[in-house]
């Protein structure tokens, strides 16, 4: 190629729904809550290469790698109140099973002559379409440390840190299979492991 463009992005949704128990003892500033219930995490890699000039000419590969996590989730809280502050760490584990399903599109060579490029090869214009399903095993662990802020006893602001790691996840780039004329999808890199973190805020209403 003359131009090659690559392109990642990785984009994570999700949904629980958690029952709460709180263990307080009367006269103490901090208390547990204990969580149990369920979640679905979704995480899509998408991996796509763009191509101009050389013998290869207008080629393009998209892979996407999604991942359907859902499984049982439970969860411990520690809280401790100063004041209208409330300091919080809290640990969750889902033992999920992974519904993976891969799609890779693309055309290689589009602007080949009609005699094929390379000779004696003679590489043709060729496009592809291939999907792979996969379901693998899936523990996810998160972590959060938060401060909120008490406005009154119903609305606080939230202000912390969160960080989720996941294995047996699919990723879209490690499972392009890299031979010509139709790469292809590879069944490897079906069990990866996933980390992300991020500063969080948001609000809180204790109806």
């Known amino acids: 190629f003359g131009t090659l463009q690559a392109t990642n992005i990785t984009e994570m949704t999700g949904v629980e729904w958690m029952g709460v128990s709180r263990y307080w003892q009367p006269g103490t500033a901090s208390y547990w809550d204990w969580y149990y219930g369920v979640r679905y995490l979704q995480i899509k890699d998408t991996f796509a290469i763009d191509g101009s000039g050389g013998f290869l000419d207008a080629s393009y590969l998209n892979t996407e790698a999604k991942n359907d996590i859902v499984g049982p989730q439970i969860g411990v809280r520690w809280n ?8 919080a760490v809290e640990g969750r584990f889902v033992p999920g099973v992974n519904f993976q399903r891969a ?3 693309g055309h290689i060579a589009t602007n080949a002559t009609p005699g094929g490029q390379n000779e004696p090869v003679a590489l043709t214009a060729t496009a592809f379409n291939s999907t792979l399903t996969d379901e693998r095993f899936a523990p996810v662990g998160e972590l959060r440390v938060e401060t909120i802020y008490k406005v009154n006893p119903w609305f606080g602001f939230r ?7 996941a294995g047996g996840i699919s990723r879209a780039s490690e499972k392009v299979n890299y031979e010509l004329p139709y790469f292809g999808i590879s069944n490897r890199a079906s069990h990866e492991a996933l980390f992300a973190n991020a500063l969080t805020f948001g609000l809180e209403l204790n109806r």
């Open 80 to 87: 401790y109140d100063v004041s209208y502050i409330t300091f």
């Open 103 to 105: 799609v890779q599109t």
């Open 159 to 165: 202000l912390g840190y969160t960080g989720l790691i």
